[in-house]
């Protein structure tokens, strides 16, 4: 008897006020699921809770982010007077179609429970939908649980992930320092400060990935190293980032992803990542067409995706509706690119005819072409003739499309191989650059060539390089003088900018609204402007506003240092000056 009296009156925290009055129905139930859903995000039984008095901001005390149209959703399952819950099921299920995740049972089942369409009934499933960060191995991601770049096989490092995959944070953290001191890696940076906020835990922990163009083994020799170079410098843009973040008390965790610049793998990951509800937003890809293949997964499952290096112009968002837009470059797209090269070489040199080599194939050196045609044709005479001019063929000949080029009157040659998909743009591109036949002409080298190792090359034959952030490298910022130190390296690529600012751009959505949706509407908010390394950063459209008085690009050329021997860039107007 006592017993059934108990199942009667229910348990306490979550039975509703009208259960202990013995008047229950369906809405009864919500209630319950309503508590259910809190005691799961928060780990503390509701009971406690309103001992504590934080029932009401229970939303503030959750182990897992989620969005505020869930907390909604939850406060609704648990309003006092039964007619102000949902109606039944159907309502219920009808609401969770409405939230950013279309897929119901995929949402129920992160907290643990499945609501019976007709029926109101619940039953018991998997407690929670694919985490972040797993100890699965070789499936591309890793939050500390494997090694990602090639090569990096430290003792300590291992030992260091290998702890990390077993949750054993504190054992982890001694053996990624002593990696870290061994070794200034980026990879290495983010499993450690990953292991710090894991320990430290809390309910506060703030979940992104990156998708960089790492693989287990380069399909081509002409790439071979080139994607691993790539990876690594946006992953120092990321790792310094965090650890400024982490410093100011945001646990930012990172989940790095590989890629391999690869068109079938890249909406693989896109894929695997959307899945996992507490990954708030994604840097990356690293290329265009890895890109343009992955967008559309994030869109569908409303997940920020802000690139760092992606300046195609047909990645723009075009006249979709604010709410509509998933995909924001703190690069500046290729159109201003074009018109910066137009004008610098018209100053510099009163060059009007050049001869653009490119990858017509391929989306990053087709929208190149594209807006370089259309800037030059505003101020001089555009010289192309695409078979002899096209990088991406097994057969081009450098000679042929040199003497093509000048046969044609072109004094100068600007160099968009795409480097990272295609597999021969960059040894074309590089035969280009070494061809005696090339040294009378003025060679403009795109942003997918800078800091790539042909300094002494360029330096004798008087190359231009496109460079996209104009921060003098001796300029004296907070920024510069951390990577610099950071790193131990004396100049930094413009990977490693960009993908700062881009992590910032999501740090400061987070901040304010931390949950996807949150994310999105901050970042296509007309009112979002931070400071960057790069400069104000401000979105039309998902693209990077224009400021005039900041260039996004700028022409730059190699020189030898004035000391220690080497070479560095200065912009192409300015001379160099040795005391």
Same mark, same amino acid.
């Given at each position: 008897k006592g017993r059934n009296a108990t199942k009667l009156l229910g348990t306490e925290? #979550?039975?509703?006020?009208?259960? /202990?009055?013995?008047?229950?129905?369906?809405?009864?139930?919500? #209630?319950? %699921?309503?508590?259910? /859903? &809190?005691?799961?995000l928060t780990g503390t039984h509701p009971s406690e809770m309103e001992a504590l008095d934080t029932l009401e901001t229970w939303d503030t005390h959750t182990k897992y982010p989620i969005s505020s149209s869930l907390v909604a959703l939850i406060n609704w399952l648990m309003e006092y007077f039964p007619?102000?819950?949902?109606?039944?099921?159907?309502? =219920? %299920?009808?609401?969770?179609?409405? =939230?950013q995740n279309p897929n119901p049972i995929l949402w129920l089942s992160r907290f643990g429970v499945f609501v019976a369409g007709m029926t109101g009934a619940i039953v018991s499933i998997d407690l929670f939908s694919p985490?972040?960060?797993n100890s699965k191995l070789n499936d591309l991601l890793s939050c500390g649980e494997e090694i990602l770049v090639p090569g990096n096989n430290l003792l300590e490092k291992q030992q260091g992930v290998e702890a990390f995959r077993s949750g054993k944070y504190q054992e982890a953290i001694a053996h990624l320092e002593t990696a870290w001191n061994q070794q200034h890696d980026p *990879?290495? %940076? =983010? #499993?450690?400060?990953n292991a710090r906020i894991n320990l430290?835990?809390?309910?506060?922990i703030r979940t992104i990935a990156i998708v960089v163009s790492l693989s287990r083994t380069d399909k081509t020799k002409a790439n071979e190293g080139f994607n691993q170079q790539k990876a690594i410098k946006h992953l120092y843009g990321i790792a310094q980032a965090q650890s400024e973040a982490i410093a100011k008390g945001l646990n930012l965790q990172v989940l790095i992803a590989a890629d391999a610049n690869d068109l079938e793998i890249a909406p693989k990951i896109a894929k695997a990542l959307v899945s996992k509800p507490s990954i708030l937003a994604v840097l990356g890809h690293n290329t265009s067409e890895a890109t343009q293949k992955a967008m559309p997964i994030y869109a569908k499952h409303h997940l920020v995706l802000v690139s760092p290096s992606c300046p195609s112009t047909e990645l723009s968002n075009g006249n979709?509706?604010? *709410? *509509? =837009? /998933? /995909?924001f470059r703190v690069i500046h797209t290729n159109r201003i690119a074009a018109r910066s090269i137009a004008q610098d070489l018209l100053q510099i040199n009163q060059q009007k005819k050049v001869a653009i080599f490119t990858n017509p194939h391929l989306s990053f050196s087709r929208s190149y072409q594209q807006e370089l045609q259309e800037a030059f044709a505003l101020t001089g005479q555009v010289e192309r003739e695409v078979k002899a001019f096209d990088l991406s063929q097994a057969s081009f000949n450098p000679e042929v499309a040199i003497a093509t080029a000048k046969q044609q009157g072109a004094k100068a040659i600007v160099l968009v191989p795409d480097v990272g998909s295609s597999p021969y743009g960059l040894?074309?591109?590089?035969?280009? &650059?070494?061809?005696?036949?090339?040294?009378d002409l003025l060679l403009i080298l795109s942003e997918s060539l800078y800091n790539y190792q042909i300094p002494h090359q360029a330096a004798r034959n008087r190359h231009l390089f496109v460079n996209l952030w104009n921060i003098p490298q001796n300029q004296s910022t907070e920024f510069l003088r951390t990577a610099k130190a950071l790193w131990q390296q004396e100049n930094v690529a413009w990977e490693t900018t960009g993908t700062y600012d881009a992590t910032l751009v999501i740090i400061a959505a987070l901040q304010q609204q931390p949950s996807r949706a949150g994310v999105q509407k901050v970042l296509s908010s007309k009112s979002f402007r931070i400071a960057g390394a790069t400069g104000v950063i401000e979105f039309e459209k998902g693209d990077r506003k224009e400021n005039p008085s900041i260039p996004g690009y700028v022409l730059v050329k190699v020189v030898p240092k004035c000391a220690g021997g080497g070479y560095g860039f200065l912009p192409a107007n300015q001379e160099l000056k040795c005391s």
């Open positions: 925290g #979550y039975a509703p006020h009208e259960q /202990f009055n013995r008047k229950v129905g369906r809405q009864s139930d919500f #209630y319950a %699921l309503g508590r259910t /859903f &809190v005691h799961l007619h102000k819950r949902p109606k039944n099921a159907k309502v =219920i %299920l009808k609401r969770l179609h409405q =939230i985490k972040a960060c *990879e290495t %940076l =983010i #499993y450690l400060n430290k835990g809390g309910n506060k979709r509706e604010p *709410e *509509e =837009i /998933f /995909f040894a074309n591109a590089l035969k280009v &650059v070494k061809s005696p036949h090339s040294r």
